[in-house]
């Protein structure tokens, strides 16, 4: 572990780690509340924080003194990329695909085509993990905008194909 802050006698100390700008303690130490916090979070403040009281002259009891929380910063999807695979003529087989570099937890794709013929995709012709559609025996009335929505618990991006068969 790493000490990231400390009271001492009196005195607030923020160590030298890319967290020192960014965070603090809450309250005045005085109101006995310990609270922190950070700002402008970033992935990789992700990780586990503890969180120990050492009181003068007190037994120093490691199951009682120390506190310990688990913090995941999310991340909203990147803009995702859409993808034609195959040959889009009468009666072929494509495969549209999706995907995005950024995203914690990883997203999950919906495809879904766009106005003025609407249409949601179910498996097994969509993987909303994967982030494909699979369209088979292409028709010339399967043209049209197809929109991939990427999205997590942080937000959600879209990007979207024209197929033309």
Known sequence: PVQILSYLGGVVKVEETDLKPRMGFLYP??????????????????????????????????????GIINLTVLVPPAAPTCQLHGNAIVGANVTLSCSSEKGKPSPMYQWQRGPPTLQVFFPPAQDRARGTLKLTNLSLEMSGVYVCRAENQAGSKNCSIVLEV
């Open 29 to 66: 130490i005085l109101t006995h509340n310990i609270s922190v916090f950070i700002n402008a979070t970033r992935e990789q403040d992700s990780g586990q924080y503890m969180c120990t009281v050492n009181v003068v002259d007190d037994t120093i009891r490691l199951d009682k003194n120390v």
